[in-house]
């Protein structure tokens, strides 16, 4: 395939002065699983609707399979789409909900009813053909919303957040029927999620979405791992962000010195020398020791007024024998969630790290500092990494501090 | 004591209940009860024996006869009419942002609280300016006018809870916009639509004050009983009457019947994960039950 599946070329959509989309480059390749990720309002399902043709974009184009859909309306487009509310018509059967599209298109008799039960075979509601939607739970009726989309080989699948209304347990199983039902037709889905786990969980590509524009396109891994921006840092996990500036930068690596004071070198993906910056580094990717605090390193008790010391020596700021980065700060609240126990630490600077320690054994855990307690934090040099600032959106508010597994609101 | 009141308060219910059943149905029990009487004279106010003679000859009376088709030609052909436009004001009103939607949509429901002396004198005095004859035609301009607000009203309450989604699901699945109103928009009205259709049957057949006004030398079934009234009503006018209130009751029953139908139809929802089968929901009130 060389065309893309769909492309999107600088689409603007306003709905008078609120702009929902702002100019936005797409391009998602043939049979690829993409997800538009992103809170609510930030122009995910907007996006969703102008391929659909639900709605019209006021600027740019949109592309299908190489060809300006422009004022094409929704029942000429290649696209089906799975509705939030899965829309399954109240007054039709299952059999006939999934036959809909190919009575649409006349398509004989024989080949519907044929079609009609192999794809609801394929997502195991073959049983239930002749019940009616509101004889069915919500995920057998989201499995019909999709038999009766998928039924019409669209060339793009459109998925407004299908799971958002189903328990969590419910959900997670769907995913990986998702993604094992998207592999098996090999169709180009668009899925539009807030959820940041369901995005991780089944994409091929991410785009993150924030005030009409999307802050980073990339793989699940390096959107987690190397997040492009704050927002992309605070959305995907937990915000751990500490504010600096890039002191020195030459080819792509550089040196970068905290606020707190604390220097390293590291990529700095085009972040230019003098720039401001925030540095991430993922809570599971912190290790925390507790500091003897009859060697005055930094407990005052006080978070607030934490400040960061110079080490025992001076010279040896923020660096610890084995050349590790280290910070030190003050346990604000430790949160046992089963697998693992959550920390929060304040830095110099009313600046708030989350540490996620696995809860391996009894003991160890029995050692974890408490409230109050002065600590050091560390890390290995390449699990830290800049990101700018995001353009007029502030990062998320540090109030969402959970986990990775938790964070599916 | 103590037993007794209990037995009382636990019936209440039941009791108030069959006791305001029985203050709404006594008149006309009384009517189906003197369909079957044989009077003496010319009036059938007072029982005397009983007779199958009025059910047996019931279309005996060509002018009660012709008032009576008169009366279900006007409904049936009224009915027709404001349901077709009602339905239409409905969507319009509900579904498309134009200037003047707001007053439109308060409007719309003037007529239903004007007293009917207001709005028969008033159409009169119309007719009359415009020089148009009164009879058949006029009638039906009137029943037309005061059955378009219940129309409206009824079909507006299921138009305001219809999911739009099930459309943009048919547009999706290739539907043109005709084909998304005729196969899922349309069937979707459809009990509410009926709903409406009856209630405007029955507020047209038994229309006395706004037809007495404009009905020129027509003749409709509320008329005749009234102009008959003085003379003494003929039995056979009771024995229509009650055949008519059966038809009704069977309309009735059937549209809330529908009305269920659309109710379980609509109590789809995402979130009913652990009941499947959801129970009867409440009986709604029908939308007849205003009328007649």
């Known amino acids: 395939m060389t065309e893309p599946s769909v492309r999107l070329e600088a689409v603007t959509k306003a709905f008078g002065d609120l702009v929902a989309v702002r100019e936005l480059d797409l391009d998602i390749p043939q049979g690829e699983f993409f997800t538009l990720l992103g809170p609510s309002g930030c122009g995910k399902t907007t996006t969703l609707r102008l391929v659909a043709g639900f709605e019209q974009p006021t600027g740019g184009r949109v592309l299908i399979e190489g060809s300006d859909v422009a004022g094409m309306p929704p029942h000429r487009r290649p696209t089906n789409t799975v509705f939030q509310s899965y829309a399954l018509f109240p007054h039709l059967n299952v059999r006939e909900n999934v036959a809909y599209g190919l009575r649409r298109k006349k398509v004989g008799g024989d080949e519907i009813k044929r079609r009609v039960e192999a794809e609801l075979e394929r997502v195991g509601m073959a049983a239930d053909i002749n019940r009616r939607p509101n004889q069915l739970s919500g995920g057998m009726q989201q499995r019909v919303a999709l038999a009766r989309a998928l039924v019409n080989l669209p060339k793009v699948l459109l998925l407004d957040e299908p799971l958002g209304a189903l328990d969590l347990k419910l959900r997670k199983g769907l995913q990986l029927e998702l993604k094992r039902i998207q592999r098996e037709v090999g169709i180009t889905f668009v899925y539009v999620t807030h959820d940041q786990e369901e995005a991780l969980t089944m994409s091929d590509r991410i785009a993150v979405m924030n005030q009409g524009r999307v802050e980073q396109i990339d793989a699940p891994a390096q959107v987690y791992e190397r997040p492009a921006t704050t927002f992309v840092a605070g959305f995907i996990g937990v915000s751990n962000l500490m504010p600096g500036q890039v002191t020195r930068a030459s080819s792509g690596r550089g040196q970068v010195r905290l606020d707190s004071g604390v220097e390293f070198e590291t990529a700095t993906d085009g972040i230019g020398s003098g720039e401001r910056c925030h540095a991430v580094v993922r809570p599971e990717k912190l290790e925390i020791t507790p500091v003897d605090s009859s060697q005055g390193a930094s407990a005052t008790g006080d978070p607030s007024s934490a400040r960061i010391r110079p080490g025992p020596t001076g010279s040896e700021a923020g660096r610890a024998q084995d050349g590790r980065p280290t910070i030190d700060g003050v346990v604000e609240a430790s949160v046992y969630l089963g697998t693992a126990t959550q920390i929060v630490v304040v830095l110099p600077g009313d600046v708030r790290m989350t540490v996620l320690v696995p809860n391996a054994d009894e003991a160890e855990r029995a050692r974890l500092p408490g409230g109050g307690a002065p600590v050091r934090l560390s890390w290995a040099p390449e699990h830290i990494h800049v990101v700018r600032e995001s353009a007029g959106a502030p990062a998320p508010d540090a109030g969402d501090r959970a986990p990775v597994a938790e964070t599916s609101k | ?292």
């Open chain 2, 1 to 292: 004591m103590s037993r007794a009141w209990r037995a009382v308060r636990e019936r209440a219910l039941n009791v108030y209940a069959a006791l305001a059943i029985a203050y709404l149905l006594l008149p006309i029990a009384v009517i189906a009860v003197f369909s079957f009487n044989d009077p003496e004279g010319k009036f059938n106010f007072t029982w005397q024996g009983f007779t199958l003679e009025h059910w047996t000859n019931a279309f005996s009376l060509p002018p009660l006869n012709d008032a009576f088709f008169l009366s279900l030609e006007l409904a049936a052909a009224s009915t027709l009419v404001a349901t077709i436009l009602g339905t239409l004001i409905a969507m319009a009103l509900v579904r498309y942002q134009f200037f003047g939607r707001r007053p439109a949509n308060f409007l719309i429901v003037v007529p239903m609280a004007t007293p009917e002396v207001v709005i028969g004198a008033a159409l009169l005095s119309m007719f009359l300016i415009y020089g148009l004859e009164l009879g058949f035609a006029t009638l039906f301009i009137a029943h037309v006018m005061f059955s378009i607000s219940f129309v409206v009203v009824v079909v507006r309450s299921r138009l305001i809870g219809f999911d739009r989604a099930l459309e943009e699901a048919a547009r999706d699945l290739g539907a043109t916009p005709l084909t998304t109103f005729r196969t899922v928009t349309l069937p979707l009205l459809t009990p509410a639509v009926l709903g409406a259709s009856l209630l405007a049957f029955a507020l047209s057949i038994d229309d006395f004050v706004i037809s007495n006004f404009n009905a020129g030398e027509s003749v409709t079934f509320p008329l005749f009983i009234y102009g008959a009234a003085q003379r003494g009503i003929p039995v056979e006018a009771y024995s229509i009457a009650t055949i008519l209130f059966l038809v009704t009751v069977v309309a009735m029953a059937f549209t809330v019947w529908q009305q269920r139908r659309a109710q379980q139809m609509a109590s789809i929802r995402p979130e009913q994960e652990d009941e499947p089968y959801a129970g009867t929901p409440a009986m709604p009130p029908a939308p007849g039950a205003a009328g007649g």
